[in-house]
């Protein structure tokens, strides 16, 4: 008896039924094998933040063809899988879904939302592990990995401390993402830039010693100036070689800082003198190490203006650029 074939090709039944024969089988196992030579592939861990993309599908699929092609070439082949904690995203994600719910993050504490952290983990780190068995992944699933499963944070650590041992690892100051929101820094791949109009504020800074005499900068965030330790000038400016190695008044707060000069400074730009802020600007920090200034940092990690910053000490960033601008003026 014949049975008749469908009219239009349906994947489903037929490629469930041929995936769960390979897991059966154990056709994607590995296993360490003197006789012939390992090729493996670690995959990407997608985060848990949801569910897979057309550049997932994309990125395994080029990993499987890789995997299977060594594997008919006679390799022991492993294709490590597994999924990808991204704390700060997940962290973002569950927020959103407890809010929804009606629930405050802050008011549950610690351990609850961890609980609804791991919860979020299940759903959707099952869920993309499924969806990889759609696409027909032909990774080792006996060794599905977790980054919060204990060996891997075990192993973190200890490559963690094994970096620090060799010096490779230390502490130091650097510029960073910080978010005060979620009281983390963020990595340059999770910034989303947005150009904005802005407004330039223009400051005189007098030069000690010279009365009436006074140096004018121009600024964005007037708020910083709480943490300047230097104003620079280009080199070749000749408006302002006479005035390298003198000493500024900074408005408001009683400190000198230097005039320092650095080929950093675009002499066509703005005033040709730059405020040097080396704890809140990526180009001053790195002004500021070629200078030995010292790094002032003057914000909370909640971006409240901190002790340093005297009478606007607990103001927010943007209410201290109002009481400082009013009080310049």
Not at 53 to 79: C, P, S, V, Y
């Amino acid at each position: 008896m014949h049975k008749e074939l469908e009219k239009t090709y349906d994947p489903k039944g037929l490629e469930e039924r041929l995936y769960q024969k390979w897991l059966d089988g154990g056709y994607f196992h590995a296993e360490v094998n003197p006789d012939k030579k390992p090729f493996t592939i670690v995959i990407p861990p997608p985060n848990i933040t949801g569910q897979l993309h057309m550049g997932h599908a994309l990125d395994n699929t080029l990993q499987d063809i890789l995997i299977r092609w060594k594997r008919m070439e006679g390799f022991e082949t492993l294709w490590q899988p597994g999924t990808d904690h991204a704390a700060i995203a997940t962290e973002v994600k569950v927020t959103q879904h407890l809010k929804e719910l009606g629930i405050d993050k802050d008011e549950i504490g610690r351990d609850e939302f961890l609980k609804h952290c791991w919860e979020w983990r299940r759903e959707y780190g099952g869920r993309i592990i499924n969806q990889l068995h759609k696409l027909g992944s032909s990774a080792d699933w006996e060794r599905e990995r977790f980054t919060m499963d204990e060996g891997c944070s075990d192993a973190v650590m200890e490559v963690f401390l094994k970096l620090y041992e060799k010096g490779y690892i230390y502490k130091g100051s650097r510029i960073v993402n910080w978010c005060p929101k979620c009281q983390t820094t963020i990595s340059d791949a999770e910034v989303e830039h947005v150009d904005q109009d802005g407004f330039f504020w223009h400051i005189n800074y007098p030069i000690v010693g010279e009365e009436g005499q006074y140096v004018e900068i121009a600024t964005t965030r007037p708020e910083t100036l709480l943490g300047d330790t230097a104003v620079a000038v280009n080199p070749e400016d000749e408006r302002y070689q006479h005035l390298v190695g003198k000493l500024l008044e900074l408005p408001l707060t009683g400190r000198r800082i230097p005039v320092i000069a650095d080929e950093y400074v675009d002499k066509e730009f703005g005033t040709g003198c730059v405020k040097i802020t080396p704890a809140h600007d990526p180009n001053d920090f790195e002004v500021g190490k070629r200078h030995q200034l010292e790094e002032i940092c003057i914000l909370n990690d909640d971006a409240t203006v901190n002790e340093l910053g005297g009478k606007y000490a607990g103001m927010d960033r943007y209410e201290a650029r109002r009481a400082i601008v009013k009080d310049l003026e």
